[in-house]
């Protein structure tokens, strides 16, 4: 079973940046898509970002152009560098794993496979 665990949430100013990483765990890894997801309090939970063993990347509409999903085997880690953020970006952001992309990656997502424990991004305004 794939283990999951985020770092790098924290508190960041309307414009900043802020780098997230999830360190994966368990066998098989290079058969598992990872990315990210972030709810707000009251909303789905939404898909951001995934990329596959390959590199080979995919990005939702709403960060497409300010974040940067990348994937470095070796480490069996996932970042996720966001830029410009905005105070409605303020939420809870989790890292997922799955054998498969598709539409279980959406928004709310269906059938991920792992998660991890959430970390907190607050962006003030």
């Known amino acids: 079973q794939v283990q999951l665990v985020e770092s790098g949430g924290g508190l960041v100013q309307a414009g900043g940046s802020r780098r997230l990483s999830c360190k994966a765990s368990?066998?098989?890894?290079?058969?598992?898509?990872i990315g990210w997801f972030r709810q707000a309090p009251g909303k789905e939970r939404e898909f951001m970002a995934a990329?596959?063993?390959?590199?080979?990347?995919y990005y939702s509409d709403s960060v497409k152009g300010r974040f940067t999903i990348d994937r470095i085997n070796r480490e069996n880690t996932v970042n996720l560098q966001m830029n410009s953020l905005k105070p409605e970006e303020t939420a809870v952001y989790y890292c997922?794993?799955?054998?498969?992309?598709?539409?279980?990656?959406?928004?709310?997502?269906?059938?991920?496979?792992?998660w991890g424990q959430g970390t907190q991004v607050t962006v003030s305004s």
């Open positions: 997922a794993a799955s054998k498969t992309f598709g539409d279980n990656w959406r928004t709310p997502p269906l059938a991920i496979d792992a």
């Open positions: 990329v596959a063993w390959t590199g080979t990347t």
């Open positions: 368990g066998p098989y890894l290079n058969r598992y898509f």
